[in-house]
């Protein structure tokens, strides 16, 4: 139970923190107060503390943890995160969400420079000349088949 004291120091706290605090425990809000805020889109330095399939699991410098998972690693398909990452490498790495629970998202392939756009039309000389070609058998073939099918018709 909470005494009326306990109520006041911990108003707006979640419950289970709030009864930590109150019982004279440090919880993880009194933990936060300590650490180096860490805000959504801030870019820190993070080390390769355990990889698994789906991520590697990374320790901010402040000491809290957060997930890169597999589709935030590399802008290109990553099959095995092994490929990528190593157990102990210091990585710069994006914060992308904090969630309520505690967990934080980040991200390498949001610190990578974009994919180069390739513009679709009139860069492939060779393709132009091709389709040029195209169209006029295409053309020509229309003419012989009209011509035929008007015999036929006679």
């Not at 801030?42 to 901010?60: D, K, M, P, S, W």
């Not at 589709?71 to 102990?88: C, F, T």
């Amino acid at each position: 139970m909470l005494r009326d004291a306990g109520r006041a120091l911990t108003a707006g706290l979640p419950l289970a923190h709030a009864e930590r605090l109150a019982r004279g425990r440090p919880g993880l809000y009194e933990q936060e107060d300590h650490q180096i805020a860490i805000e959504v889109g801030a870019t820190v330095t993070a080390t390769v503390v355990r990889i698994e399939n789906y991520g590697a699991f990374l320790q901010l410098e402040d000491g809290r943890m957060g997930l890169v998972h597999i589709s935030e690693i590399d802008r290109n398909y990553v099959k095995d995160v092994r490929e990528h990452l190593r157990e102990g490498d210091s990585v710069e790495v994006k914060v992308t969400s904090i969630k309520d629970d505690g967990k934080i998202d980040l991200s390498i392939k949001a610190l990578q420079d974009p994919a180069p756009r390739q513009s679709r039309r009139g860069t492939d000389q060779e393709f132009e000349q091709k389709l040029k070609k195209f169209m006029r058998q295409s053309e020509e073939r229309q003419v012989d088949f009209r011509r035929a099918t008007e015999h036929k018709r006679k």
